[in-house]
């Protein structure tokens, strides 16, 4: 890793935003450019990854740059302790510039210096209810993260985040097509079943919807796998 030039932290942070309107750019491609891009931009970072903290404490290590981040990811799972966890849940950013005097976390404190981290840079991507992240900077030497670190890491920790927003609006698109060409096939099942017109088709899944407290998307799912089991003359 070599000190930062303005110059080329401003086409990588482009071509990085570009990437994210891509056909066929996927999560896991986005996310490696930018761990890939944090060893390659941030002072002192010898190895990158995101960290996912999912519902009851299930955690996942996306885009490691080595081994090392699994293995550190892997300590904090196990014992429930550390600095990515802390900036995924807690902080907006946490470092510890020497682990070899850290106090903040003692059980993973010494399983991480065993494996060769001297020092961590980790900020939080998101937090809510359901899912929290981290982009984690290791470093094998001592107080090396700088003022510098962080701004280029809290850039690249914002994209990081976009790249998360990014995917979850195309599931979200998906979902809805999928639930809209579901609609679609159950309102003709009750049009022809009933002789009916759309209208009226679709008013009577709103009409069990309301009944049942049940999402239309789920009662046009229930007709439509009902209607593919019924006999056929």
């Known amino acids: 890793m070599t000190d930062p030039n303005p110059e080329r932290l401003s086409r990588t942070m482009a071509d990085l935003a570009r990437s994210f309107d891509s ?52 300590l904090q799972a196990r014992l429930g302790e550390g600095p990515c966890v802390d900036a995924a849940v807690d902080s907006m950013f946490t470092c510890s510039d020497d682990l070899a005097v850290e106090t903040r976390w003692p059980a993973f404190t010494a399983a991480a210096l065993e494996a060769g981290v001297r020092s961590l840079l980790s900020f939080r991507l998101y937090a809510h209810d359901v899912q929290a992240g981290a982009l984690n900077l290791f470093a094998s030497e001592p107080n090396v993260f700088d003022e510098e670190s962080i701004h280029v890491g809290e850039v690249l920790a914002a994209h990081a985040a976009i790249a998360f927003v990014s995917a979850r609006r195309q599931l979200q698109l998906h979902s809805a097509i999928a639930s809209r060409d579901l609609i679609g096939q ?28 049940v999402p239309v998307a789920s009662i046009a799912t229930r007709i439509v796998e009902l209607g593919s089991q019924s006999p056929r003359s």
């Open 186 to 213: 159950a309102k003709g099942m009750l049009m022809e079943r009933f002789a009916v017109d759309a209208d009226r088709a679709f008013e009577m899944m709103v009409a069990l919807s309301q009944e049942s407290n």
């Open 23 to 74: 056909a066929g750019t996927d999560l896991d491609t986005s996310l490696q450019r930018i761990t890939n891009a944090a060893v390659e931009l941030v002072p002192g970072a010898g190895s990158a990854d995101v960290l996912v903290i999912a519902g009851r404490g299930k955690c996942e290590s996306h885009a490691a740059t080595s081994r090392l981040p699994l293995r550190i990811d892997a």
